[in-house]
């Protein structure tokens, strides 16, 4: 256990050094761009959509470095940073919704005032030019980025854009598991493991019972962090859990009450069933004009190893269009570190692009970094687990006793430089 922590930490610091030392050039670089960029009224636009993880990354990274003559614009359905990594527990723990909604006056920190328009607002349709937005509004662009995600009911995304709505269907959350005692989390990922460990932690008396349909919890990581997770469910927690079956959700809605599931040997009766079975990208906006850009598997934006949009029918042509984070079927992992990583091979190919140059930086994930995953099981018992990179790679799995009730939301905050005390604004 020891060494695989100081392994890990030696490991880490060799990633983080370089890290440090390429953000603070970063920073000086930024402000001499600052005093450096000029506002011209022909400005291309450089158009970002989306603004959580991948997106933000990118519009901070465009405003530090875009050249004189291009400037972005930014659509974002949301009026908040959606801090989506504490949906599941704030749909449990009251009291706390608010802080998962950061506000977005950060993107524009230190941005020379002009190179940025943010529109809330929603895309719906992009052409070979323009991108359509549900308020009627047409952005023409130069070059396009799409970083618009994936959809998930709650407990993982919410519905409404508007933080106060937001924070009520959160609220809604609460109050149905709290009034229920006998509850179904189907779906064994991070966010059903999540969810039913921390329903079962905050309110022992409960059944809680998860059902997977694979053989193993958590079965896209290795089979140490599964072991792990069943025996802190199932032994220490005394969650049931039911393995190898996939019961059909039922129609009405994902907080179904009073319903039954089908299992292999039967019918059961749960008073609240949670459905936690995935992602649903968000790509239909490149239907109309390139259909054939989108994954008939997993309906996913088909990238090429640079970011840029894949069209089949086309294969030689080079589309100013590039997608990344959880809309794009890259080959890194689903995360939000793959995301800003993501972001950063996007900007370099932006700023060829509009150069005139063949963008090409490509997209090598690193999966010790960017696939590590910080797993909460229930209200402070975490594991943290990472592979090295490489065919063989070793894991490490750290456990841990003593995680933040409100998971340190206002850490969150301050990464992203927003004042912590606008929560009660
Ligand atoms: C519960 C949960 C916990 C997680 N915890 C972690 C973690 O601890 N660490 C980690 O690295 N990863 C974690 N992940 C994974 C991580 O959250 C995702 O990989 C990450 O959010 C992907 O970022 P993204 O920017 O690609 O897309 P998304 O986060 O899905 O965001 C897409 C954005 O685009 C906007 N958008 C979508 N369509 C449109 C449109 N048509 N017009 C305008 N705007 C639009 C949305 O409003 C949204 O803001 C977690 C995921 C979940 C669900
Ligand atoms: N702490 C963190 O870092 C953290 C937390 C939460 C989420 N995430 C990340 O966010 C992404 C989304 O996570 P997620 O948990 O929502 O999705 P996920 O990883 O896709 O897990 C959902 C699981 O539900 C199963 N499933 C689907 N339908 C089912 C059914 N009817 N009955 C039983 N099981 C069913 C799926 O199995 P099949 O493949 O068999 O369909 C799948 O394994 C992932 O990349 C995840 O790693 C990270």
Request: aromatic share 8%.
């Amino acid at each position: 256990m020891l060494s695989d922590r100081v392994t890990f930490i030696t490991k880490a610091l060799i990633v983080v050094g370089p890290y440090l030392g390429r953000a603070a050039i970063r920073r000086v670089a930024a402000y001499g761009h600052s005093w450096t960029w000029r506002n011209t009224p022909d400005a291309k636009n450089i158009v970002v959509l989306g603004g959580s993880f991948a997106g933000t990354e990118l519009v901070r990274g465009l405003t530090e470095t875009l050249p004189t003559g291009n400037k972005v614009v930014w659509i974002e359905k949301h009026s908040h940073f959606n801090y989506i990594f504490n949906f599941p527990r704030y749909s449990v723990l009251k009291r706390h919704e608010q802080r998962a909604f950061i506000p977005y006056d950060f993107i524009a920190t230190g941005a020379p005032l002009g190179i940025l328009t943010s529109i809330q607002d929603e895309a719906i349709a992009i052409t070979d030019a323009h991108v359509l937005l549900a308020s009627g509004e047409r952005i023409d662009y130069a070059c396009l980025a799409i970083a618009t995600g994936s959809t998930q009911p709650l407990p993982a995304n919410v519905s409404c854009n508007k933080r106060s709505e937001a924070c009520r269907e959160l609220q809604g959350a609460q109050q149905t598991i709290e009034a229920s005692p006998n509850i179904a989390v189907v779906g064994g990922g991070a966010v059903g493991v999540q969810l039913a460990s921390d329903i079962k932690d905050f309110f022992p008396t409960k059944d809680v019972t998860l059902i997977h349909s694979r053989d193993r919890l958590m079965n896209r990581f290795g089979s140490r962090l599964q072991d792990y997770v069943l025996t802190a469910l199932r032994d220490e927690l005394k969650i049931r859990v039911l393995l190898n079956e996939r019961p059909k959700l039922p129609v009405g809605g994902n907080f179904a009450q009073s319903t039954s599931l089908t299992f292999s040997d039967g019918h059961e009766e749960f008073d609240l069933v949670i459905g936690c079975i995935g992602q649903r990208p968000n790509s239909s906006l490149l239907k109309i004009c390139y259909p054939d850009a989108i994954s008939k598997e997993n309906s996913r934006i088909l990238v090429r190893p640079t970011l840029q949009v894949f069209s089949a029918t086309n294969p030689t042509k080079n589309l100013p269009i590039f997608a990344f984070g959880d809309v794009a079927d890259h080959s890194g992992p689903r995360m939000g570190r793959a995301g800003w990583t993501q972001a950063g091979v996007v900007l370099e190919n932006i700023l060829s692009t509009i150069q005139g140059q063949a963008a090409s930086r490509r997209y090598v994930p690193d999966i010790f970094i960017e696939g590590a995953i910080k797993l909460t099981l229930g209200k402070t018992h975490l594991v943290f687990y990472a592979v090295e990179n490489g065919e063989h790679g070793s894991d490490f799995l750290i456990p841990s006793r003593d995680g933040k009730l409100d998971l340190e939301a206002e850490n969150a905050w301050k990464e992203y430089g927003v004042d912590f005390k606008q929560l009660w604004k």
